[in-house]
């Protein structure tokens, strides 16, 4: 039996040589430094730190040696891992720094930047305008009022006073979507005798108004009508009116001249005056054509060749729709009493206002919703 080893050998051991050690510590830090990003420095970690590394496994080995050469085996295993530590923890507190700082430059937020670059949609400047309208209406107390688009003859035509005969209703102005036969075995709102038309103006909403309500009415009364125009520059088929009527007692021309007057102010500016042309219209009596003073010459470059003005052809007015006091057979289809009460009316298209306003050229503009034309409108909503 031999005696036990007393003398160290550091041969005995291979993994524990200086040089071995040297070599492991100095893989793990070239790991560590090739590491380009935090999991390969993961895995560099547990590949030159973990449980089965070559230093871990070397450490171990430390048990087996005699106890003169421990001492000096330790300290090496231990300085080459505290080596190895350290690097390790600087190396992961540049990477880390590393992608903080690459996280802040990728998830800026550019707060000057547009926040949508779909821009945004908005309405039509013929809504906008016919709202515009209406609300200087209510303003003064009026009450906006809206009906049927399909509308029977007795509204559209009847109860408004036109003859039998009037030329309005020809096949070439009006749309019938019913004749008079085919209305008789519906259940059409009027009378057997009514067609069924696409309404041509907006004053049956008038009669329905003062059907529905005790005098005083005051209603403002917007919505599309049609006729059988082509398009063109300057027709549409389906257009959009606003219509104004007040039922009460003792109204006269100067009410509806004055209120006229106002809805220009409020639209176009102060000062603005208006006048009134004799005109015939069936549903009002007496009727005109009422003009409003051009808003862009005031009126200057009537007579003035020097100072032409392309809004209203130098004619000084722009012509704005037609008026009156409603014709008492109107009141009296509507049940209301002519003695007792009177009132005015005044119609006018959108369109148009909307062309001169604005110094639209082309009808067709307004109604083929490119928004190259509704865009300078601007986002009013
Ligand atoms: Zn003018």
């Known amino acids: 039996m031999s005696a036990p080893n007393k003398s160290y050998d550091p041969v005995e051991v291979e993994a524990l040589k200086p040089e071995e050690i040297e070599r492991m510590r100095d893989e793990a830090l070239a790991a560590f430094a090739a590491a380009g990003g935090l999991d390969a420095l993961h895995e560099a970690k547990v590949a030159h730190t973990g449980p089965t590394s070559p230093l871990s496994l070397a450490n171990r080995e430390i048990g087996a040696l005699p106890p003169q050469a421990k001492a000096e085996a330790g300290k090496?295993?231990?300085?080459?891992?505290?080596?190895v530590n350290k690097a390790l923890a600087a190396r992961q507190a540049e990477l880390e720094a590393e992608r903080d700082a690459r996280v802040l430059v990728e998830e800026?937020?550019?707060v000057t930047l547009p926040?949508?670059?779909?821009?945004?949609?908005?309405?039509?400047?013929?809504t906008t305008l016919c709202e515009r309208i209406e609300d200087v209406f209510v303003a003064m107390g009026y009450e906006v009022a809206e009906g049927p688009e399909v509308e029977t003859e007795w509204f559209n035509f009847d109860a408004l006073n036109f003859g039998p005969d009037h030329p309005a209703r020809a096949m070439q102005d009006t749309f019938f979507v019913q004749g008079k036969a085919a209305a008789d075995s519906g259940s059409a709102a009027g009378s057997a005798e009514s067609g069924v038309v696409l309404r041509t103006h907006t004053s049956p909403v008038q009669v329905r108004a003062m059907l529905d309500r005790e005098p005083p009415v005051y209603v403002v009364c917007p919505g599309r009508v049609y006729r059988t125009d082509e398009l063109d520059a300057t027709h549409t088929p389906v257009f959009t009116q606003v219509e104004l009527l007040a039922i009460d007692e003792g109204l006269t021309m100067a009410d509806l001249k004055g209120t006229i007057e106002h809805m220009v102010r409020s639209l176009f500016g102060e000062g603005l005056t208006t006048r009134l042309r004799p005109n015939y219209f069936p549903f009002t009596e007496p009727s005109a054509e009422l003009d409003m003073q051009c808003y862009v010459c005031r009126g200057e470059s009537a007579g003035n060749p020097d100072r032409p003005c392309r809004t209203c052809s130098s004619e000084g007015w722009i012509e704005l729709g037609g008026c009156g006091m409603v014709n008492p057979r109107v009141l009296i289809a509507a049940g209301i009493d002519p003695e007792?009460?009177?009132?005015?009316?005044?119609?006018?298209?959108?369109?148009?206002?909307?062309?001169?306003?604005?110094?639209?050229?082309?009808?067709?503009?307004m109604v083929e919703g490119d928004v190259r034309f509704t865009r300078p409108f601007g986002m009013e909503i």
Request: net charge positive.
């Open 340 to 365: 007792k009460y009177s009132g005015f009316a005044f119609g006018f298209g959108i369109e148009r206002l909307l062309m001169f306003r604005h110094n639209v050229e082309d009808m067709r503009d």
């Open 76 to 83: 090496r295993v231990g300085m080459a891992r505290g080596a």
């Open 115 to 126: 926040h949508d670059r779909l821009p945004a949609g908005a309405r039509h400047p013929l």
């Open 108 to 110: 800026a937020v550019d």
